[in-house]
């Protein structure tokens, strides 16, 4: 089926650096969310967001839902060690039966 | 609130015997059920959608045969995955809407399946 292209695939960064990732598709979505997924767990629902060019904050994360309902971004300031894991995009709408179409992924790994 | 459990979240068998997956809504009434499959490094590639009562949709290339999904109640939906091989070897995750959570998918913590 249809994936989204989140880039980028993986990051190594230093403890304290901001983080950047995002997510395109050929596709509108009405909803875009973004989740974590730590090794051997399911994956937990970050931020969603709902409205296009809406902007919305949790903590030291922050996402936007691109204007064009095309794509959205997701920043992670002041990175701690505890942000490892994988970060996963995911679209979805409401004509489709609520079911999440995803992207690749995003290994975050941060050096203390 | 939302809560969603799977069990086993581990399990070895040997090819060609049948393995059994359960997923549990624990505090809320899940109308439709998700079930996903995501390989070592890979996205969560969904598998098919359940519907209490009624039979499971399933995505294209997913064998209906193969992977049995039984939606009895509002709690409790199973994927049984038949006659296994090494290549269904995976992490089978399940989620869950409903009963007033809205559209928000609730995640299971996902089942390791290994096939010998």
């Known amino acids: 089926g249809q994936q989204l292209n989140q880039s980028p695939q993986s990051m190594f960064i230093q403890e304290g650096e901001d983080v950047s990732m995002n997510c395109t598709s050929s596709s509108i979505f009405n909803t875009w969310l973004w989740y974590k997924q730590d090794p051997g767990e399911g994956p937990v629902l970050l931020i969603a967001?709902?409205?296009?060019?809406e902007l919305t904050s949790n903590g030291r994360l922050t996402a936007q839902f691109g204007i064009t309902r095309k794509d959205s971004f997701l920043n992670i300031s002041a990175s701690i060690p505890s942000d490892v894991g994988i970060y996963f995009c995911?679209?979805?709408?409401?004509?489709?039966?609520?079911?999440?179409?995803f992207g690749g992924g995003t290994r975050l790994m941060v050096k203390p | 609130g939302a809560v969603v459990s799977q069990h086993p979240s581990r399990v070895i068998c040997k090819s060609g015997t049948s393995v059994k997956i359960e997923c549990r809504s624990l505090d809320f009434q899940a109308t439709t059920m998700f079930w996903y499959r995501q390989f070592p490094k890979q996205s969560l590639m969904l598998m098919a959608t359940s519907n209490e009562g009624s039979k499971a949709t399933y995505e294209q290339g997913v064998e209906k045969d193969k992977f049995l999904i039984n939606h009895a109640s509002l709690t409790l939906s199973t994927l049984t995955v038949t006659s296994a091989h090494p290549e269904d070897s995976s992490f089978y995750i399940c989620?869950?809407?409903?009963?007033?959570?809205?559209?928000?998918?609730?995640f299971g913590p996902g089942t390791r399946l290994t096939v010998l």
């Open positions: 967001l709902y409205k296009a060019g």
């Open positions: 995911a679209g979805q709408t409401d004509n489709a039966g609520n079911m999440l179409t």
């Open positions: 989620s869950a809407i409903g009963g007033g959570t809205g559209n928000e998918q609730f």
